[in-house]
């Protein structure tokens, strides 16, 4: 995403989905929104007290309504985003967000689609789902929450769970889903996805992995890794012969959105879609993605700036 790709936005809805969990609805201020598929997020634009923050949300809900409307979970220990929106933006407030994309689409199989969500992991099978049954398609849900004050999108859920389309799992209770079982119940056309906590997605791979090819296994990250575990460092900037200052709790990304006007393609903002990689020219990277393979980080040639970091005091990149 490129600062110059936003979309101004008001908020016109703020419902309460759960204990911590809030809905908000916004509309485009300048024309319609662009189109969009189930499983797409957008990238919301804060501005807080010291800093700017880009936190990336899925959409949970159909295209044709003319809206796009997202489920942030609160977030006491989060860099900010989450907690200024719970606490801060109200309706008749304008939000810059950028196009959505997608890097969590459903596969094109006639076979079923198995979810499983944790937490606040739900808000992209809520748009799947939704659009698996305009089209006809087969699939079945599992969420898991920890608490019943903390299940977003109950009242909805609720008919598909009669219906048998969804389990529910209420961990506070002991009640797990049984992965070992959902992963041998797959047909060979059968496709599974997880969203949720790092530990669910482990998990889930872990059941998978050996059993089911691994094209049929999709996986989306909903949040990285905290980013204040070190010091803040120095950025050279080669090609536009400049140098950034990156904050301990920064990402290079947002250093360089705050204090430069250079564009930087980003999807994800957390390390797992690849469009942010950028060359390394000289330093220590302290890489915290999902995206480069063991090979690609012994080479020392390139870093994923939307998450990862220094280990050297400085490192210079090829922007
Ligand atoms: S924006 Fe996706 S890996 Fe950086």
Do not use: W
């Amino acid at each position: 995403m490129s600062m110059q790709q936003q979309i101004a936005t008001e908020v016109i809805a703020i419902d309460t989905l759960a204990t911590d969990i809030k809905q908000f609805t916004l509309k485009s201020l300048n024309g319609a929104l662009p189109p969009f598929d189930s499983g797409s997020h957008i990238v919301v634009q804060l501005t807080l007290a010291e800093r700017q923050c880009a936190n990336a949300y899925s959409l949970v809900n159909d295209a044709a309504e003319g809206v796009f409307r997202i489920a942030v979970k609160y977030d006491a220990c989060s860099r900010g985003g989450s907690r200024h929106l719970h606490e801060a933006v109200e309706v008749g407030d304008r939000l810059a967000v950028s196009p959505p994309a997608n890097l969590f689409r459903l596969a094109d199989t006639t076979g079923r689609h198995v979810f499983i969500a944790g937490g606040i992991g739900i808000t992209p099978f809520i748009a799947h789902l939704q659009a698996l049954e305009q089209q006809g398609g087969r699939y079945t849900l599992h969420y898991a929450f920890r608490g019943a004050d903390s299940a977003a999108f109950g009242a909805m859920l609720e008919p598909r769970r009669r219906d048998g389309l969804a389990e529910l799992y209420d961990t506070a209770t002991g009640s797990r889903p049984d992965l070992a079982a959902i992963v041998a119940g797959l047909a060979p056309d059968d496709h599974l996805y997880v969203c949720g906590p790092g530990s669910l997605i482990d998990a889930v791979t872990a059941a998978a992995v050996g059993r089911i090819a691994p094209e049929r296994l999709h996986v989306e990250r909903f949040s990285a890794q905290p980013l204040d575990d070190g010091a803040a460092f120095t950025v050279n900037l080669a090609r536009s012969g400049t140098s950034i200052e990156v904050g301990a709790d920064e990402s290079i990304l947002a250093a360089i959105e705050r204090q430069t006007d250079i564009a930087v393609d980003c999807l994800c903002r957390e390390g797992y879609c690849g469009t942010c990689e950028t060359a390394l020219l000289a330093g220590e990277a302290l890489h915290r993605d999902q995206y480069l393979d063991e090979a690609d980080r012994a080479a020392h040639k390139t870093i994923m700036i939307c998450v990862s970091r220094a280990k050297s005091r400085t490192l210079t990149l090829g922007l």
